[in-house]
Structure formats: C-alpha cells, structure tokens
C-alpha cells in the first residue's frame, strides 16, 4: 500500500493547454508546472509546438523564418503549424500511454476556438481531461519586457540581430491577434479553464474540480516574475559532524562558529555594492545549529520552520553510518539501494521530506529575496526543486559545509553561484556502498562534487 | 523566536467583507473561514450585521418583521440597518484593537456599491485592508434548497410557518436584487475580491496579493456542500497500549484485533440499511497499528498518510508518562502547564501536529465519505477542527479506544455520533497533574469524558 501524499492522483490524466498571444509567458508558466510536478512524483512533460514546427522547417530545409510565415493568410505556414500540433498532439497521447503520463502540457499559443475544440475532441477521444491555462496580457509594458528577457533569444532568431527580432516577433504578435478569441466565461462555460489577466493581478477560475486541478492553481496563483535571489546554506560544522553522529540536536563546533561569524559577510560579497541595503528574510530549522549559524545576520525578519528540520532517522538517530552498518545492515543495504524512497525505522524517506516541504515551496515562490539554513537532506530537496534534479540523483548530490549557495531564478533556468567561506569543515559526504564519508572539503581529492572555487557561475 | 508555520501572518489586519444576496451561503463560508483560520491559530472573528440588528430592534421593542422592512423605500428599516451595520463595524474595531484581531469578517448582504465604498472608507482609516468575498448564485434550485436548510430557522421567523417563512424570505431577497450590485473586473478592478459563482464552479479573483488572502482563496475554493459523513476512529488498543508506553510502532492487542475485526459491523450499522452500499474511502497513519486497524474494511480506497502518524515524543518515544516525570520532570510539568505549545525534546508539540495536518485538513474538505483511523493526538486535532474545540481544550479531550466517531457536516453545526464498540481496552487519557492514565473505558467511574452510551447525538 502506497504511502498516500499531496502528490497522490488516482487514474487522473490532464492535458493542461496553454493559450495566448505569444510572449505572455506561457512556455515560463508551462515548465514551472513541469518542474513542480514532477519534483511531488506526479509525471509530468511539456510539449513545445514551436519545437516540432522547426524541426519540421527543418526536415523541408527552410531557414529561419519572418513574421509573415505567422499570417493566417499564408497557406504554407499554415501548412506547417497544423502539422506541428498534430505531432505534438500524437506524441503527447503515445507519452500518456507508453510511459503512464498523469499531466501533459500542450504549450502553443491555441489562440482560436476553433483550435482548441479540435484540441479538445482529441483528447476526449483518448479519455484525457482538459484544462485550459491562458495567460492573458494587455498590459504592454509587460509584453515588451517579456519579449526582451526571452524572445530575442528564441531558436527563431538565431543570428538575427536585437532590433530586427524585436520588430518582426512584434508584427508576429500583430498577426495573430487578429484572430484571437480569449477564453470567456460565458461561451466556454463548459469548459474548465485557468484565465491568469496580466501575470495574476486577476484570475478567472471555470469549473476548477479535481485536487489535481486545485494544486495547479493555487500553485499558478502564488508565482510571481519580480527578480530575486534565493540564497541556501546548511548550518556551520556541528559537534555531531565532527563526530560523524547524524541526527540530533548539537551545538556548532568552533569551526561551525566561525562560519557563522563570517556568513553576513558572504552576503554582503554575493549581494554586490549596489544591492548591498537589500533585506533578506532568514528562513531556519527549529535545531539549535541553524539558529545558530543564523545568529549573526544583520537581517531583521528570522523566521523557524519545523518543516526544514533535518531528515528524522528514527532508530538511527545519533549513530554514526558504521555504527548503523553494523546494527541493521539490510536497513544500511536497502537505503542505498533507493535511497529517495528508503524510510528510517521509525523516521523519514527523502519522499517524506518533499512532503514536507511542499507548503515550504508554496511560500518560497512567494518570497522575495531570501536566506534558507537548514540541513544536508532538507537543502538538497530543495535544490533539486529549483534545479530540477531528478529524485534518483538528489538524494547523492553534494552540498558541502561553510558553503553559500546562490540561486537566481531566471526564465528559463536558473543561475546558480557557490561561495565557498574558506573555513575547513569535516565532509558529511557518504559514498554509495561505503559506510566512510569522504574526505575533508579543503583536499583537492575529494571525489564528491565540491565546488573548488570561490565563486562559481553555472547556468 | 516563534516557529513559523503556514498560520504566521505578521503586521496584517484584513477585514472579509462577504457580499451577496439573501440565501447565498454567506454565513455559512463566514463561519468556516472563521473556524479555519481558529485552527491555525490566526485570530478571527465573524460579526453578523442581521444579529446586531435584531439586538436593535428588540432594543426599539419591535417584534418579528416582514419582508417590507427590507423595502430600499422604507425609512425606518433603512435606519436600523445602517445603525447595525456602524455598531457591526464600531465592535470589529475595537475587537482589532483590543484583541489583536487579525481576520475580522462582516456577514451582511453589502449589495451596493455604494454600502461597499463607505466601509472601504472605515476599513482604510484604520489601517485594515479589505477582502470582498461575494457569493453569487443564479442558480434557482440552490438558492431554494438554501432557504429550505437554514433561512426558516433563522431568527427573523421563529414562531412562523414553513410556507409563510419561505415566501416571507423570498419576497425580502426580491427588494434586495432591486439594487443588487455585483462585484465586477472592471468596475471594481481596483478592489482586493474572490467572486464565486454558483458555489464555486467558477471564481473570478481580482488582486489576490497577500499570503493570508491567497491561503483563504485556496480553502474556499475546496469547500463543497454535498453532503457526506466523516468517520474517525484510532486504532484499536496496541501492546504499548497495555504497557502505558507513548509512541513506537507496535501490534495490535487481541481486544485490538477484536476491534479491527468488529469495525465493518459498526460502520455498516451507523450507515444504515438504505445506505450501506455506501463507499467510503479509508485514511490510516503510516503504523502499523492504524493499517491492522483497517484490515477488515471491505473498501478498496485505503491510504496511507505519515502526515497522519501519532505526534513524535522525540527523546521520549517508548516510555512511559511515570518514567517521563522520573526522568524529565520539569519537562513533564512544562507538557502539562502548556499541552498545545509543548514540544518533546527532538519531538512534536501540538501545534506542529496543526501544521502537518493542514494538507490533511485541505484535501478532507474536498472529500465526501472517509473514515480516518489514526491516533490520540491526531485524532484530537481533527477534531478540533471539525467541532470548533479551542487550542487549550483540545489536547486535554477524551478521546476513547474501540469508538467509532461519525462527523455529519451541517449548514452551522456538526452532528457528532459515538458508537462503542464494546470491546474492553485501556484508557490512554492521562489527567493534568498525574502520571496516572484512566481506568478502563468500561468502568463506569472513569473520570474522563468517555461517552458511556451506544450512540449519542451531540449539536
């Protein structure tokens, strides 16, 4: 019998179809749902119609393309972008029933209602639930800076220079609205829809009624698109860590306190001159060891979670990984063998984390520049929330002592620095089949994935 | 430095101004929202405008009224209704300022635009943002069905007949819809509002931006009116049970299996001959105790939820509440000085408990037939919120092994059932002040408050 969670859905299969005048952000809106998803366990993929039209321009050995190819009066490009849905469309049935889909997401402007009443029967033919998500935009400020951040950057454009992309995507955007029909309250009463106007300064729900379909909403409802960084750390070296223990309650070791001493001042370096005033909330656990580390940040707003408690090991806690080899050696097997999904006797699995922490990502997405210190498994869920690190490697990623991690969420990825504080701190790093944990972070031989260097820019 | 949790909410004051026509389930989502937010600890409040004009007019000595009263024509019910709706208003205030309030909630029908504006006025002038939360319903068979479960009953008409009552109240909605202004994206854009439409198969939401309001959207928007019953049950009497140790994860007794084998004939019987093809979906924890608990069920649904496990005593997992006093004394005396706040060293107190079942509690309300099988503490929690039981009540509440407890939701009240068992088992109910736990349920003399009879009706 399974383990029930927020992330559980019952012979549910959706098709979330995006609509709207291009650059309103759809593609942004469909991969964060993607990547939400599919950090609960609920299996999830997009489906790009833009992609399949290249690589059908592609396949036909048709460069890139101008505006005109967009006009409704063009035959050949009409040509074209019909063919490109009905790939998409096919390959998102055969990915529902090949690979047990449970959200598909059809992300293509889906402007007319014409096409999305074919959308629909295709679906319904194939027992797939619909939801329409459109993003709907009339604020051109937005626009014009939506189209800056990404659009200029589209495949379309490649080698084309700034000026030119900006005005052709423009005469683009001109082309499709004229046959634009936004979904309406009352001629698509039957349908359920998502109507996010200008980001979500306004929202119109029709027929929302699955959980599933609550859980995309409230999570649509609570993004927002203002820059921010989201910065983690764990807590400094603790006496436990220095004494290879796991769990519990200790306090920080004189090293641990020295990375607390010296934290303000990596945030201080990270934040820049110019942006050196910024207010950051601070996020811990309730352990004494976060608060601690925490205990010198000039920030105003501390805030504790339960929620961001380090992994509970049940039996486990306080042994050391030789000591649990030892006593319960299957247990220490059976961990390694699956370790996202192995539950401490008595304690918690990395899935129970992510349950946990869901209402925690809930609030984050809200937030706007902020500081989490909180544990080894904790922060490695949570980064692989924002850097879509599949459940199989998270549990194995390395997130090394006296270390800052950086994120900036961006549209389509996220920038990710780590400033390392230049304080030696023992590794908590255990390698699959060893019960050893590896070496210090300072010695270049350390075979986990440290980041050596001081500052480090991965996109 | 207070935990954190999804019930913080820091320097906010906000005011829920229902809006609506007679008949529209107003009351009913204002008393929800207000037991809601209770839970988690957010203080709230409901202030009914049709009470404080009863007082008045009980005050003036005028008698039951009729629909002419509400005529926008007839001064002096024009006069008591504005007098209610200030002294409504003056009495929030206070309550704001006195007692910390921070959700205030005006029950009235506020129909016009020009009623909404003046307490914009009032709210903004005392630093209280408003919410407008209009009921919209042109659905005629849920606006009758309405009258028929509540408006009768309603104080303007005790002592009148059903048929006299229903067109009375039907008449009274009719001078209301004269000047009915509905809540509108354009008109009122610059307005913090949630407009359901026909319960809620549509929702239209107009600057949402706050945390508070965001969590208040989501819980209505879950919120259903079919009817349905929720059972609740803890498991049936354990071995630690018998041994009086708190936590761990141990079998059944035999008078536990006795109870996990006699469970379906309970359901069955508090479901009733015409009724008992009912499907229920069952709830257990992730313990074994609760999952050999639901072993005899014949329902296919059955689900497991760690967030639905026993609260974690943390250091003192195993032992018993004499070895805790021997052990941690003044930590036994501190649990009991403050049962809700109360943490276990490494453990839970019950507000987390609150915290971890919030999810629970979202998904309860979208549910219809349930029966939970869970544990002491939990199962204290669950209720509290079912039955509106304050935070320092609701830790102390007796809540019997091998008895079967039936929720039935009403418009403003909650039918609770008890059906024992009749299955001998320990008493788990600990007094304040004592390491003593209860006698056994079957002892008559048992100082807790057991229900002693087979089935008992409380409203």
């Given at each position: 019998m399974p383990v029930y969670s927020i992330s559980h859905v019952e012979n549910v299969r959706v098709c979330v179809v995006m609509v709207g005048l291009?650059?309103?952000g759809k593609s942004l809106i469909a991969q964060k749902i993607v990547r939400y998803l599919s950090w609960l366990s609920i299996k999830s993929k997009c489906f790009n119609v833009g992609t399949y039209r290249r690589d059908l321009q592609k396949a036909a050995d048709i460069g890139n393309i101008t505006a005109d190819f967009f006009d409704p009066n063009n035959p050949d490009g009409m040509h074209f972008r019909r063919q490109a849905i009905d790939l998409a469309l096919q390959d998102m049935m055969n990915w529902f029933l090949d690979e047990n889909g449970v959200v598909g997401i059809l992300d293509?402007?889906?402007?007319?209602r014409d096409r999305r009443n074919r959308i629909v029967k295709v679906l319904r033919e194939n027992l797939i639930e619909p939801i329409f998500l459109e993003s709907f935009c009339n604020d051109q400020d937005l626009v014009l800076q939506n189209i800056l951040d990404v659009k200029t950057t589209s495949p379309d454009y490649v080698g084309s220079d700034l000026q030119f992309a900006t005005e052709d995507f423009l005469k683009r955007i001109e082309l499709y609205e004229k046959n634009y029909e936004t979904m309406d309250v009352s001629i698509d009463a039957n349908l359920t829809f998502i109507k996010l106007v200008n980001v979500n300064s306004q929202i119109i729900l029709n027929r929302i009624e699955s959980y599933l379909e609550s859980r995309i909403v409230y999570y649509v409802m609570n993004l927002h698109i203002k820059p921010r960084s989201i910065y983690l750390s764990r807590h400094g070296e603790s006496e436990y860590n220095l004494t290879g223990q796991i769990g519990g309650d200790s306090n920080l070791s004189e090293r641990g306190w020295r990375y607390a001493k010296k934290l303000p001042e990596l945030v201080l370096k990270s934040l820049g001159e110019e942006n050196k005033h910024t207010n950051l909330t601070v996020w811990t656990s309730t352990l004494a060891r976060t608060q601690q580390t925490s205990s010198f940040l000039p920030y105003k707003r501390k805030l504790q979670w339960k929620a961001l408690d380090e992994l509970d090991a049940g039996e486990c806690d306080g042994m050391t990984y030789e000591e649990i080899e030892n006593q319960f050696p299957e247990d220490f097997k059976a961990r390694d063998d699956n370790k996202y999904e192995y539950r401490y006797r008595g304690g918690e699995s990395y899935r129970d984390i992510v349950i946990r922490l869901e209402p925690i990502i809930m609030e984050l997405e809200r937030q706007e520049n902020i500081l989490i210190i909180t544990h080894q498994a904790v922060l490695r869920c949570l980064y692989a929330y924002f850097m879509n690190v599949p459940q199989e490697e998270s549990p194995w990623m390395s997130i090394p002592l006296h270390t800052l991690i950086k994120l900036e969420p961006r549209a389509y990825h996220t920038v990710v620095s780590r400033i390392k504080a230049d304080i030696p701190a023992v590794s908590t790093y255990k390698e699959k089949g060893t019960s050893q944990l590896g070496e210090q972070n300072n010695s270049t031989s350390s075979k986990s994935r440290d980041i050596i260097n001081n500052s480090d820019i991965v996109p």
């Open positions: 291009p650059a309103r293509a402007t889906n402007s007319t």
